[in-house]
């Protein structure tokens, strides 16, 4: 599932309680079918189990772009403060790696 998807989904904050809403969100999904059938012909426990997966997977994508956001930001921060406590100048950062900073440390 895309992210674009992922946040319309995971916008209702939960699988609607009604079968109208549930086939809205599936639809918000790309889902015009379940199968070969279409969603105004599907059983209320058929659209409600795939909207309950649809929702599951929109908030597990959710999930891990957050974490990945997360751990950028928190390396970037590492980034950072390796450079100002070498004394490295903003300027000079693209030519430092920061790795090399931290092998600097151990030693």
């Not at 699988?15 to 969603?39: C, D, H, K, S």
């Not at 599951?56 to 928190?74: F, L, P």
Request: hydrophobic share 35%; proline share 4%; aromatic share 8%.
């Amino acid at each position: 599932m895309n992210l674009d998807i992922a946040e319309k989904v995971y916008a209702r904050k939960g699988v609607p309680e009604t079968v109208e809403g549930q086939r809205a969100l599936l639809r918000e999904a790309g889902y015009q079918n379940l199968g070969r059938t279409p969603l105004s012909q599907c059983s209320t426990r058929q659209v409600y189990a795939v909207a309950a997966r649809v929702y599951e997977t929109a908030r597990k994508t959710m999930e891990e772009y957050r974490r990945n956001a997360e751990m950028r930001a928190c390396q970037a921060s590492w980034s950072e403060r390796l450079y100002d406590m070498f004394n490295i100048p903003r300027s000079e950062w693209g030519d430092v790696d920061p790795s090399d900073l931290e092998a600097e440390l151990l030693k």
